[in-house]
């Protein structure tokens, strides 16, 4: 039996990746670091797995002993217009999943897979992209981290709690998108998130 850990569970990708946690055999318990308690109603829980804990990330490192677990799930991102500016984004997208890294290294967790982005590239013009690329090249430079990985998906496809115009879009055109893009555009196809939750799933040491 293993344990998990996820952080950014109510997100889009979180929630479902949690509640497909709690319905897994493999998993004995399921530790959510939050910023606020979890609604009752967001998740199905039958054997008692679920663990929420309301942190302050501010003072991320304070929670470090919760990161003694088999698996880390890292799902924490925003958008540049809900962060409010770039470095309030940077903090989130950045800082965060950096420290998350550091602290799975810290308590020897068996593995990290954290959501980064179709594109991620830390030379992009693309501030976003950049970001997300300089990310990837912290966390995958990092000395004694094992089985590190990122998923990169396109636009989510899925149930939001808050509207975002891009997904929307993607949304209500996806069938025209799946059949456009082929071939080398294939990566940027719209994607599901119980998609990408199963591709971090299995990108987890067993």
């Not at 055999?25 to 199905?44: A, G, H, I, N, Q």
């Not at 302050?56 to 490192?61: K, M, N």
Request: glycine letters at 4%.
């Amino acid at each position: 039996m293993k344990s998990a850990m996820v952080l950014g569970a109510t997100g889009l990708v979180g929630r479902t990746l949690v509640n497909m946690l709690l319905q897994d055999r493999r998993y004995s318990e399921v530790t959510c670091l939050v910023r606020k308690p979890l609604s009752s109603s967001m998740f199905r829980d039958p054997h008692n797995k679920l663990k929420p804990v309301v942190i302050d990330f501010d003072y991320f490192q304070d929670y470090q002993g919760y990161f003694s677990v088999n698996h880390v799930y890292c799902c924490l991102g925003t958008t540049l217009k809900k962060a409010g500016s770039k470095q309030a984004f940077r903090r989130v997208d950045f800082e965060y999943v950096h420290v998350a890294a550091q602290l799975t290294r810290a308590q020897r967790a068996d593995s990290f897979v954290w959501i980064s982005s179709v594109g991620a590239d830390a030379k992009s013009s693309n501030f976003y992209l950049k970001v997300k690329g300089e990310l990837e090249n912290a966390i995958m430079r990092m000395p004694q981290l094992p089985n590190a990985a990122a998923v990169r998906p396109s636009l989510l496809l899925g149930d939001r709690e808050e509207s975002r115009t891009l997904e929307d879009l993607a949304q209500k055109t996806a069938p025209i998108w799946q059949s456009l893009m082929k071939g080398p555009l294939k990566k940027y196809r719209p994607v599901h998130a119980i998609d990408v939750a199963r591709n971090m799933m299995s990108l987890q040491r067993w």
